[in-house]
């Protein structure tokens, strides 16, 4: 008697399961992407990568097995380079990253599959993301691709925090430690760190909003973290949670009720 069931990992598919998903009118892999590198005192080097890596694979539980969507290995090592100096951050170079995606991607489409949605967990790649997918579609036209960072446009998300964290909590602060706490407890140290850097900037100018700096973690922050992490608890990770699983759910659905590009 045969119990398989069509896994949801990429890699635990045989060839002719990926042939028979990739040849599918709305077949789409998922990569998710995060980083390794520091997340202050209390968190793992891995947080981005633990975030989205978790997020996605609760989502993909809420589709039926039918749904030609499969997801990558967490791409767990980013680029980092704003970390730099602190020790455990490991950072690999946006040329490497953005071949790699060009490569990779570029096999995903002449496999036959339609759709790439690249998840990213970690601020500092954003843009290196939205590069690289321009990159891929140019040279696979028939497979649409979808750079997305997994804490962007999700409804209700300002409002679980606190105003401070949604102004100057960037990293390791109030909504990662309190995420981390739902997640995985045991990874979480006993600090809770305070660093806002409120008051440094020239007015007009800001860390990431319309006239950025590039800035170095070293710039503001001797602890790593960059923002509030004191008041994070289980209650708000859990909350944040399910924001994030009811979201990507919602998007990642209506993507597979479509049949675009097509
Ligand atoms: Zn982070």
């Given at each position: 008697m045969n119990f398989k069931q069509i896994p949801n990992k990429f890699e635990n598919l045989n060839w002719q399961e990926v042939d028979s998903i990739a040849k599918e009118k709305r077949s789409t892999v998922i990569w998710p992407f995060g980083a390794v590198e520091q997340h202050g005192p209390h968190l793992p080097l891995a947080t981005d990568s633990i975030f989205v890596d978790e997020i996605i694979s609760e989502v993909l539980k809420?589709?039926?097995?039918?749904?030609p969507i499969k997801k990558l290995p967490t791409?767990?090592?980013?680029?980092?380079?704003?970390?730099?100096?602190?020790?455990g951050t490991i950072s690999l170079s946006s040329n490497l990253i953005t071949s790699m995606i060009r490569e990779i991607g570029v096999q995903l489409s002449e496999m036959g599959f339609k759709r790439l949605i690249l998840i990213?967990?970690?601020?500092?790649q954003i843009s290196l993301l939205n590069t690289a997918a321009r990159e891929l579609r140019s040279c696979a036209p028939c497979m649409a691709v979808f750079p997305c960072?997994?804490?962007?446009?999700?409804?209700g998300l300002s409002e679980l925090l606190t105003k401070t964290e949604v102004e100057v909590g960037l990293h390791a602060s109030l909504a990662e430690t309190s995420l981390m706490l739902a997640l995985?407890?045991?990874?979480?140290?006993?600090e809770r760190p305070h660093e806002v850097i409120k008051g440094k900037i020239p007015e007009g100018w800001s860390l990431e909003g319309n006239a950025p700096t590039a800035w170095l973690t070293n710039d503001f922050s001797k602890s790593g973290v960059i923002g509030d992490s004191r008041g994070a608890n289980e209650c708000l990770g859990k909350n944040l949670k399910e924001l994030l699983i009811n979201h990507w759910f919602k998007l990642i659905m209506n993507l597979m009720q479509s049949d675009w590009p097509n």
């Open positions: 809420l589709f039926t097995s039918d749904v791409q767990y090592i980013g680029f980092s380079p704003e970390h730099k100096g602190f020790p990213n967990g970690h601020g500092g960072f997994m804490w962007s446009g999700v409804n995985k407890p045991e990874l979480v140290g006993d």
